[in-house]
């Protein structure tokens, strides 16, 4: 079954504290993975892809196909990054699953 | 371009009561879907189609109907309102690109309360 995980509803950390939000995934192919945010008052929005390999706002994410994860990483919180993060996976065609979500609340 | 618009922004229906979601998009993207999203449980697909006249099921189907007579609308219908029908509901689009990823353009949403 196709399935995103992630296993922490809400995170806390202060203010230039490393940050890892973390994602699982189950899917028998090959899998494209992403990370979706929404902050306060604004349209969910792509945040970065597993394909690109870029970083954005200065997170990362690395899709780790062995113990089948995308964790969202960032070395320094900032107090903007303070929002509700997704992983979503496209498991076929057009099809994307969504993880049930992670709230990231950065503490000055 | 407005990108992603979805009217109304919120509803209230009592049981039984029916109603229509609107949504629409400028960007003339083929690929439309509707999403509910529900505390603890994130977004779930409700419907999508990947164009014109071309509609299929996702993970929560029961309750609603869609149809795509237009690249540019991709209406929700719920035939009989029901409380568990409660939720935020996203429409987005998006656009293919061969065999690669899709980004997916959200709206607004529509907060709807069935009582």
């Known amino acids: 079954a196709q399935r995103v995980t992630q296993p922490e509803k809400l995170l806390s950390v202060f203010k230039g504290a490393p940050v890892e939000l973390k994602c699982n995934y189950s899917y028998s192919g090959s899998p494209e993975l992403f990370w979706y945010v929404q902050y306060s008052r604004q349209r969910l929005q792509l945040l970065l892809r597993?394909?690109s390999r870029e970083s954005i706002k200065g997170f990362t994410a690395d899709l780790n196909k062995g113990e089948t994860s995308f964790h969202l990483k960032k070395p320094f919180a900032q107090e903007e990054d303070s929002a509700m993060y997704y992983c979503?996976?496209?498991?076929?065609?057009?099809?994307?699953?969504f993880g049930a979500g992670t709230r990231l609340f950065v503490k000055a | 371009n407005a990108g992603v618009t979805q009217t109304p922004k919120f509803q209230v229906l009592k049981t039984g009561q029916s109603m229509t979601l609107q949504c629409a998009q400028d960007m003339n993207h083929e690929y439309m879907s509707w999403y509910r999203q529900d505390p603890g449980m994130g977004l779930r697909l409700i419907h999508y189609s990947v164009g014109a006249g071309i509609t299929d099921q996702g993970e929560v189907p029961n309750g609603y109907n869609v149809s795509r007579s237009t690249t540019e609308d991709f209406p929700l219908r719920l035939l009989s309102a029901a409380p568990s029908q409660t939720s935020v509901y996203f429409c987005?689009?998006?656009?293919?690109?061969?065999?690669?990823?899709?980004?997916?353009?959200f709206g607004p949403g529509t907060r709807l309360t069935v009582l």
């Open positions: 987005a689009s998006s656009y293919p690109r061969g065999d690669s990823y899709n980004e997916q353009f």
């Open positions: 979503a996976l496209r498991a076929g065609g057009f099809k994307t699953i």
């Open positions: 597993h394909i």
